[in-house]
């Protein structure tokens, strides 16, 4: 993936505003039940991240714990949903893609949970796809 000077984004109502400055180690379509829920579409792009990559600049997300391992951030405000760590990848944060200011200027390199797609949802961007999440730690 190409390297990137710093991307920034944030909530709808502007409450909540983050920054990284390196580039994300993944960037996929999550096609997850919980991750189509929780975000209201048929699917939800994910920038996988170190944790400490991430800096708030404005306001803190709210967390509600998703699943035993899970937790997800959102604003507190409008809703947007921004955030997702899991115990089972200590040290890695996923940022909604959908929430930066320049979604453009990443590419998102897989597809995920592809089996719970919605298949109605037609993928001819050739990326790879996965039965699973395939995040491995980042170092």
Request: with cysteine; hydrophobic share 35%.
């Amino acid at each position: 993936m190409a390297t990137i000077e710093k991307l920034e984004g944030g909530c709808l109502c502007g409450a909540v505003r983050y920054r990284f400055e390196n580039s994300p180690q993944y960037v996929g379509h999550c096609h997850c039940s919980m991750c189509r829920r929780a975000g209201g579409a048929a699917m939800v792009t994910w920038a996988t991240l170190r944790e400490a990559d991430v800096a708030m600049l404005a306001g803190e997300p709210r967390w509600y714990r998703s699943s035993d391992h899970a937790r997800r951030g959102f604003c507190p405000t409008c809703g947007t949903p921004l955030f997702f760590v899991s115990t089972r990848y200590p040290g890695v944060i996923d940022v909604t893609v959908g929430s930066l200011d320049r979604p453009e200027r990443v590419q998102p390199d897989r597809h995920v949970y592809e089996p719970d797609r919605i298949p109605w949802v037609i993928m001819t961007d050739g990326l790879p796809r996965h039965r699973e999440g395939s995040h491995s730690p980042l170092m």
